[in-house]
């Protein structure tokens, strides 16, 4: 299994693309809104959070096709799948891959991208943390979205409006931990929620990932 | 009694629907009629909303008709995973179509009522998002079923959407709920007592609702109709291609 998750990290590394990809569209949303709503720092304050957490949603998003496919055009996935490895691990294991090359960076960019949107001083402490937690549920997710899709040649469209409804509890939980956060008022509903949502998304959703695998391999 | 799992066979499904569905397509027409001119003609206007309350007429039934259909969904998408039952799958597919119109039926009336009675067409609300929410879901749902070619591929990757998107759903409605407080009045019906709404309205209301689930029932069936008969006649083409 270590040697399955290192190979999907040097993979992303060095196949190119993948891991910066991600990146940079995170830092051109935060360039782009800016340019859109005008520079005012009082309005750009005040939305910061929601785009910052719309912004990783995103970023997540873009990469997800890439967790399955390339092993399913080439016959990997085939052989993972016979291994005496559980595809369940197998799942779990190339979501932890993609939140380490995907996830896990934005967190750590994202209070560079926070001062270019004037994000409030008490805020960075609660955005952090609730990328933190949140990010492994937009991971989890979408491997159970990019296992859905796995055989379809035109599925990246289809990954989007199949994924994105599924992230909105996690969108909504992680954006009222900043805003609440912001605000001064308690943040301990919304973060236990959201610590849930991920919880529950990486304990019981590979087991789905799993089993829609199996009958796309079928 | 014969068993309810006899209806798995789709012979036996066309064979009883065959009498079934013309009955319940009249049974919808005249249930809906009645129950849509009564409250349209035949009901006082409200002292504080006037004639635009009568929209209730559409608009509950569609709501609870779109909830029930993604139930419905799950159930036979359930069937399917356990007991591999075509006919069952073919109705979950069958009913999404509805449900999705049913969806924007809600929505749209929601619209025209909440235009003059609360000033705005939309409004961020718990309800209304969690039901633009629901309607997502059924895109996704419908956009899978038609990306896939192989039929028993696309039932079940699609059942597992609907299971793993029903605690989404679910997820996203008390989100929604946690997000923002409502415009939205509660439940407009229920059994506790002291309810709000006067048997004027009640009456002709449980009426279309009525109808408006006969409806749902005439177009799942004719919809898994349909999908049968597509079924075999791919069948059919294969078989004469084999020959």
């Excluded at chain 1, 800016?34 to 750009?44: N, W």
């Excluded at chain 1, 989007?160 to 805003?179: N, Q």
């Excluded at chain 1, 609440?180 to 959201?194: F, S």
């Excluded at chain 2, 597919?93 to 009522?113: E, N, Q, R, S, Y």
Aim: proline share 5%; charged share 10%; aromatic share 10%.
């Amino acid at each position: 299994m270590r040697a399955l998750l290192l190979r999907d990290l040097r993979l992303a590394l060095r196949a190119g693309g993948g891991f910066g990809l991600g990146l940079a569209f995170f830092l051109i949303l935060a360039v782009l809104v800016p340019l859109g709503v005008g520079p005012e720092p009082d309005t750009l304050a005040l939305i910061a959070p929601g785009i910052l957490w719309v912004g990783a949603l995103l970023a997540c998003l873009l990469s997800l096709d890439r967790i399955f496919a390339l092993d399913f055009e080439d016959g990997s996935l085939d052989l993972l799948a016979t291994a005496p490895v559980p595809l369940e691990a197998v799942v779990s294991i190339k979501a932890l891959a993609h939140w380490i090359t995907t996830g896990l960076p934005l967190v750590l960019v994202s209070p560079v991208l926070g001062l270019l949107l004037f994000l409030p001083a008490e805020a960075y402490g609660w955005l952090i943390l609730s990328l933190l937690l949140g990010t492994p549920a937009l991971s989890v997710i979408g491997s159970f979205g990019a296992a859905l899709t796995v055989g379809l040649k035109r599925g990246g469209l289809l990954l989007s409006l199949l994924v994105l409804p599924l992230y909105i509890p996690t969108l909504v939980f992680g954006a009222e931990v900043v805003s609440r956060g912001t605000q001064g008022l308690t943040v301990g509903t919304p973060l236990a929620l959201l610590a849930g949502i991920t919880a529950g998304a990486v304990a019981l959703l590979p087991f789905a990932s799993a089993l829609v695998l199996r009958i796309n391999l079928r | 009694m014969a068993s309810f799992w006899e209806y798995a066979n789709p012979l036996k499904f066309m064979r009883t629907t065959d009498w079934l569905l013309p009955v319940v397509a009249w049974a919808a027409v005249i249930v809906t009629a009645v129950g849509l001119i009564w409250g349209f003609f035949f009901t006082p206007d409200d002292f504080r909303q006037g004639s635009t309350v009568k929209i209730i007429f559409l608009h509950v039934p569609s709501a609870l008709m779109a909830i029930n259909a993604w139930i419905m969904m799950l159930v036979a998408s359930l069937i399917w995973l356990i007991r591999r039952h075509h006919v069952s799958a073919l109705a979950a597919k069958a009913a999404a179509p509805v449900g999705v119109i049913m969806t924007l039926i809600g929505l749209i009336t929601g619209a025209v009522w909440g235009q003059p009675m609360w000033g705005t067409w939309w409004a961020w609300d718990p309800r209304l998002t969690s039901f633009l929410i629901l309607f997502l879901f059924y895109l996704g749902y419908i956009a899978l079923w038609a990306a896939i070619d192989d039929p028993d591929t696309a039932a079940d990757l699609t059942a597992v959407l609907c299971l793993v998107g029903s605690v989404f759903a679910l997820l996203s409605r008390y989100a929604a709920f946690f997000w923002s407080q409502g415009l939205h009045q509660g439940a407009s019906l229920s059994l506790a007592p002291g309810t709000r709404i006067d048997w004027a309205y009640k009456a002709p209301l449980y009426i279309s609702m009525t109808g408006f689930g006969l409806i749902f029932l005439a177009l799942v069936i004719a919809g898994t109709r349909t999908e049968i008969r597509a079924r075999r006649m791919k069948a059919l083409v294969a078989r004469e291609r084999m020959a």
